[in-house]
């Protein structure tokens, strides 16, 4: 079964930056791909970016793209999300997520394994 351990949530002041990591454990041998969605008070879960397992393919929301960058190491089985220039807005708990069957998406219901999360705060 795999297993996903987001780490390196906090509070950072607007402006600053985060790098959140992700640790999986299990078989990941047929992951097709992984990803980060959050969910900020009162909102419901949003796609914050996603990328391929097998190649480079990466996919980011409109909302992070340019201060957001993913990046994962097949080998160490990690996957991380530098944070740069954070907002308010950006203030949630981050999740980790993976699937074995459909490559990169936006939609919540294509992952289903997902991390317990990380909280993020930003503050203005």
């Known amino acids: 079964q795999l297993q996903l351990v987001e780490s390196g949530g906090g509070l950072v002041q607007a402006g600053g930056s985060l790098r959140l990591f992700c640790v999986a454990s299990?078989?990941?041998?047929?992951?097709?791909?992984v990803g980060w969605f959050r969910q900020a008070p009162g909102k419901e879960r949003e796609f914050v970016s996603a990328i391929s397992w097998n190649d480079n393919s990466a996919y980011y929301a409109e909302a992070v793209k340019g201060r957001f960058t993913m990046s994962r190491d097949n080998v160490k089985k990690t996957l991380s999300l530098q944070m740069n220039s954070l907002k308010s807005e950006d203030t949630a708990i981050y999740y980790c997520?993976?699937?074995?069957?459909?490559?990169?998406?936006?939609?919540?219901?294509?992952?289903?394994?997902w991390g317990q999360g990380t909280q993020v705060t930003v503050s203005s």
């Open positions: 299990g078989p990941s041998f047929h992951l097709n791909s």
């Open positions: 997520v993976a699937n074995y069957r459909h490559p990169p998406g936006d939609r919540a219901d294509l992952y289903d394994h």
